[in-house]
């Protein structure tokens, strides 16, 4: 039985619920493609199975930023997923702030495992700075899916080290992702 895993790519192209912009990138545009890319990389390995929220770059979900949110979840939790990761890129109005984190419900729970082998797999991959496992209980797509979810801040698009990591390297990302599920798991490589 193929683990159903659910990838949010965080945030419309364009209307209600745009991303962060730094360094010339879009968090939407950079969330889309490393989520293809996770999706390509799980769709190659037959112990998973996958669904995107966005299947499509221009794909807008929602009306508002409520309704985004909620569509998502609603999609991940009808089908029904295994497992929910939201991927997103982080900004700070201090350019010197940088790295990778990952946010989960709940401390010592399924997710938050996840989470650090997640982090794990990204920092060693491409490189970033590990920022750590972080709690937000007040985040949507933590707190209204059905099965444990993750939110991984693949980098920060407002520091010009990891916008450079994000734009020349999504895939790398996308592989970090891939290889933090691995070994989650327990599973070898392909």
Request: aromatic share 10%.
């Amino acid at each position: 039985m193929a683990i159903r895993i659910f990838i949010d790519q965080g945030h419309n192209p364009s209307g209600p619920n745009t991303g962060a912009e730094g360094n010339g990138l879009r968090e939407q545009d950079v969330n889309f493609i490393v989520g293809v890319y996770l999706a390509d990389l799980l769709r190659a390995d037959p112990r998973f199975e996958v669904r995107l929220s966005r299947n499509s770059p221009d794909e807008i979900l929602g009306t508002s930023n409520a309704s985004s949110l909620a569509a998502r979840v609603r999609m991940a939790n009808s089908w029904p997923a295994d497992y929910f990761i939201s991927i997103h890129c982080n900004s700070n109005v201090n350019p010197a702030i940088n790295g990778t984190e990952v946010y989960v419900f709940q401390q010592n729970t399924q997710p938050y495992w996840l989470a650090q082998h997640v982090l794990i797999g990204i920092v060693e991959r491409v490189g970033t700075k590990d920022n750590g496992v972080r709690l937000n209980p007040s985040l949507f797509v933590l707190r209204r899916t059905s099965m444990p979810a993750i939110l991984v801040e693949l980098a920060y698009l407002s520091n010009a080290e990891d916008a450079q990591k994000l734009r020349d390297d999504p895939y790398g990302f996308a592989q970090g992702i891939y290889n933090g599920l691995l070994s989650y798991f327990g599973f070898a490589p392909l």
